[in-house]
């Protein structure tokens, strides 16, 4: 038979085992939330402050060269990854083939998301932008339920109808209505749904062609800009924005160059995060976090662009506002109940 004192050593050391197992339950636990809400907050930053540059870019400068922007902006992330990588700092995976075949049709979305941005940014203020991409929750919430066969109680759908109401009462008293302008927001609200589906999709299978058996997010971002430059520089050509830059004297002002520059460097900042928050998420959840970011975004739109308007669109805008809160809301208490 066992003492007595060493049935009291084995009790505390299972009450020990049990403590540790709880503590590193709640360590883990932990960590999963500081990784999907750091990546949240750095995601909401760069996508801020990336649809604010470009818009001072596009409408204060006034370019009118959205495709050469966006190449130059791609460049400048190739060059930084390169760059990193080359030193050891991170690590990259070799191009292959193989990925290139399986990661086209996401770069093809992505450069379409990219330039119908650009596009619909030089004809519409910041706040009606913001308030329009709340299409897109809409749209990715259908593609969730018919690819992935995601549910979405009757909270989440009321909430999809009043943004749908927002963005149509926004548009009809909008002071500076632009079709054009308007155009290209739908249509970009229908390929940033798609990128953040098929990019889903996409990254499991093409971690299974790479080297490494992974694909991380510096991968991911060189990847996407290398390929988008061929396909951009391309559409220069078509759009035929070289006639354009060749007659502009604003590539002749360094600050001009600068403020490009900036909006490069932003550009990586959007590639990584956004690709980091996807990983530590979901599509939904993805877009989401990108409806709550637009009320200091709207905002700071209005404030610094000094844009007109009136009661009823203000109204229309904080609709829309408050509907992106009120479907994050429906969309956490879905995520808890399941």
Not at 141 to 158: C, I, K, N, P, Q
Request: glycine share 6%.
């Amino acid at each position: 038979m066992k003492p007595f004192g060493n049935i009291e050593n084995d009790l505390e050391t299972g009450k020990l085992d049990k403590d540790r197992d709880r503590t590193a339950r709640v360590h883990r636990v932990l960590k999963i939330h500081n990784q999907a809400l750091l990546s949240g907050l750095a995601y909401c930053i760069s996508s801020c402050s990336m649809i604010l540059i470009n818009k001072f870019v596009l409408s204060s400068y006034d370019f009118n060269a959205g495709i050469s922007l966006m190449v130059y902006q791609n460049l400048i992330s190739v060059i930084i990854v390169s760059i990193l990588s080359f030193l050891g700092i991170i690590s990259t995976e070799p191009l292959t083939w193989r990925l290139v075949k399986v990661w086209l049709p996401v770069n093809v979305i992505f450069v379409g998301m990219l330039i119908t941005s650009m596009f619909s940014l030089k004809y519409i203020n910041v706040a009606m932008v913001t308030v329009l991409k709340n299409v897109t929750n809409v749209i990715t919430a259908l593609g969730e339920m018919y690819l992935f066969s995601t549910h979405h109680d009757s909270r989440v759908w009321a909430a999809l109808f009043l943004m749908i109401i927002s963005a149509i009462s926004g548009g009809v008293t909008d002071l500076s209505f632009h079709a054009v302008g308007y155009a290209w927001q739908i249509a970009n609200c229908f390929l940033t749904a798609s990128y953040s589906l098929t990019l889903r999709r996409v990254m499991d299978t093409a971690k299974q062609v790479t080297k490494s058996g992974n694909l991380n997010e510096f991968s991911m971002v060189l990847l996407n800009n290398t390929l988008s430059l061929p396909l951009g520089i391309l559409l220069i050509f078509v759009f035929n924005e070289v006639d354009y830059l060749s007659r502009t004297p604003l590539l002749s002002l360094p600050t001009f160059w600068c403020v490009m520059t900036i909006s490069g460097v932003l550009g990586l900042a959007i590639s990584f995060t956004s690709m980091w928050f996807l990983h530590q998420t979901g599509a939904t959840t993805y877009s989401l976090v990108g409806s709550l970011n637009k009320i200091p975004l709207s905002i700071a739109g209005i404030l610094l662009f000094k844009v007109p308007t009136s009661l009823e669109n203000s109204t229309s805008i904080l609709f829309g506002l408050l509907a992106g809160v009120f479907f994050a809301r429906a969309k956490i208490r879905t995520r808890s109940q399941t």
